[in-house]
C-alpha cells in the first residue's frame, strides 16, 4: 500500500512524500530512522475511477473555530491584494505553525497542483468543515467569486464563535455553583451529618421520626461512600456519552429539551437563526434555491426544522410552487419569517430579509438566554437552601428537646 506523508525535519522544514510500506508502523519506523518527525499519515485507497484518501495519523490538534476564521480572513485578503490562490496557499503553508493545519493546507497545495478543485479537500474534512462551508467555498470557485465567499465566511465563523462565547459564558457561573454546592452537600451528609447522627443515635434520648430519617440516609452515605460516589460519576459519564455520541441519545436529548418552556424557546430561536443566516450566505453565493435549502436543513440543528425545509423543497418548490407558497404550508416557522420570505421573493431581495432575520433571531436568542440564566441562579439557591434547611433542622430539633429535658 502507497501512503502520503509529511513530517517536520530537525531542523523545522516541512517535508512531504509518498512510500510504498505493509502499514503505518512501517512509515513510522521509516521516518524515525530518518530523523523526522511525523505530522500526517495518509493512506491512497482506490475506489472506483476517484482515489479516496483516508486519514491514519492526524496532528495532535484538531482545526478549531479560531483557525477557520483566520484561514477565510487570510485567503479573502491575499484575493483582495491580487494574489492568486496557489501563492496564498504557500505563503500560509510557510507562516503556519499548527500541524493539523499545516498538514490539511499541504493537502490543498497537493490538490491543487494535481488540478482538483479547491473546495475537494475540504470535502473530505466533514468534521471541521460543514457541508455549509463547502457548498459556499464551491459556489464561490465556480462563480470566480472566491474573495467574497471567503469574506462571508469568517463573518459567519465569527458570528459562531461569538454565540458560542456567550452560551459558555452565560452557563459557566451556574454550572460553577451546581458543582460547588452538590460538592459541599455530599461533604455534610457523608462526613459531618454521620457524626452528629452517630451521637444523638447513641446516647439512648428518643430523635423525632424526621431526624431518624436524616440522619439514617447520612450514615448510609457515609457507610457506602466510597461506592455511592464513583458510581454517580460512572452512571453520569455514561449518561453524558449517550446523549452526545448516540443518534438515539440527542432524539431523546431533543425531545426533552423541546419540551421544556424556557430552553425550548431559545433553542427555536437559534435555530431560525441558522437557518435565516446559512441561507441568505448560500443564496449569496449563488447556490440554487432547491440546493441552499436542502443544504442548510442539514445545520439547523432541529429535526422538526430540518423535515420542515425537506418538505419545503422537495415537496413545495419542486413540484412547482413558488417559494412563499412552500413555506406557508409549514406551521413550525413563525407567520413573520413565511410573509417576509413571500414579500421577498416578490420583490428580489431574498438574501438582504434572511440576513435582516438572522440579526433579529440572533439578538433574542441572546436576550432569552440571560433570562434563562437570570431564573436558573434563584432556583439553583433556593433548592441547596431547602437541601440545608432539612439537614439544620433534623440537628436542630433533637438539639431542642435535649434542652427541655435537661
Known amino acids: 500500500m ?3 506523508y509529511t513530517a517536520s525535519s530537525l531542523d523545522g522544514k516541512v517535508v512531504q512524500g509518498s512510500l510504498e510500506a505493509d502499514s503505518p508502523a512501517a512509515v513510522l519506523g521509516w521516518m524515525a530512522e530518518k530523523g523526522l518527525k511525523p505530522v500526517s499519515i495518509t493512506a491512497m485507497e482506490k475506489s472506483g475511477i476517484a482515489g479516496k484518501w483516508q486519514k491514519i495519523v ?3 490538534k484538531p482545526i478549531s473555530v479560531e483557525d477557520k476564521v483566520f484561514l477565510t480572513k487570510y485567503l479573502a485578503l491575499m484575493l483582495k491584494v491580487g494574489a492568486d490562490l496557489f501563492k496564498a496557499i504557500d505563503i500560509l503553508i510557510m507562516d503556519i505553525e499548527k500541524p493539523s493545519m499545516k498538514s490539511f493546507l499541504l493537502e490543498v497545495k497537493d490538490s491543487l497542483s494535481k488540478g482538483q478543485p479547491f473546495y475537494a479537500t475540504f470535502t473530505r474534512y466533514p468534521k471541521y468543515f460543514s457541508p455549509v462551508f463547502v457548498g459556499l467555498v464551491k459556489a464561490g470557485e465556480t462563480s470566480g467569486n472566491l474573495q467574497e465567499t471567503f469574506e462571508t465566511l469568517s ?3 465569527e458570528k459562531e464563535k461569538e454565540l458560542r462565547g456567550k452560551v459558555k459564558a452565560a452557563l459557566t457561573y451556574p454550572l460553577v455553583l451546581v ?7 455530599y461533604l455534610m ?3 459531618v451529618l454521620p457524626k452528629i447522627a452517630g451521637t444523638f443515635l447513641g446516647s439512648g434520648m428518643e430523635v423525632p421520626t424526621f431526624s431518624k430519617i436524616v440522619f439514617s440516609v447520612g450514615l448510609f452515605l457515609a457507610k457506602y461512600a466510597l461506592i455511592i460516589g464513583p458510581t454517580i460519576l460512572i452512571l453520569s ?5 449517550f446523549f452526545a455520541k448516540t443518534l438515539a441519545g440527542r432524539r431523546v436529548l431533543e425531545r426533552i429539551l423541546y419540551r421544556t418552556p424556557v430552553i425550548r424557546n431559545i433553542l427555536s430561536k437559534l435555530a431560525l437563526q441558522r437557518f435565516t443566516s446559512t441561507m441568505a450566505s448560500l443564496l449569496r453565493s449563488g447556490t440554487p434555491i432547491l440546493e441552499a435549502i436542502e443544504t442548510t436543513a442539514d445545520t439547523v440543528g432541529s429535526s422538526e426544522l430540518k423535515a420542515a425545509l425537506l418538505r419545503v423543497s422537495r415537496e413545495g418548490i419542486s ?3 413558488t417559494v412563499g407558497e412552500a413555506f406557508r404550508r409549514e406551521t413550525v416557522f413563525p407567520r413573520v419569517v413565511v410573509n417576509l420570505i413571500a414579500i421577498a421573493e416578490k420583490s428580489g431581495h431574498m438574501e438582504e430579509v434572511l440576513e435582516t432575520l438572522a440579526n433579529f433571531y440572533s439578538s433574542e436568542s441572546d436576550n432569552t438566554l ?3 440564566v437570570s431564573l436558573l441562579e434563584p432556583i439553583l439557591l433556593i433548592f441547596i437552601g431547602l437541601v440545608v434547611a432539612v439537614i439544620a433542622l433534623s440537628i436542630i430539633v433533637p438539639v431542642l428537646q435535649l434542652v427541655r429535658q435537661i
Not at 179 to 185: A, D, N
Not at 237 to 241: D, H, K, S, Y
Request: no cysteine.
Open 189 to 191: 451528609l457523608t462526613f
Open 155 to 157: 463573518v459567519n465563523l
Open 237 to 241: 459519564a455514561g449518561i453524558l456519552l
Open 319 to 321: 413540484k412547482g410552487l
Open 2 to 4: 502507497r501512503f502520503q
Open 370 to 372: 440571560k433570562t434563562l
Open 58 to 60: 492526524s496532528g495532535k
Open 179 to 185: 458543582g460547588m454546592s452538590f460538592t459541599v452537600l
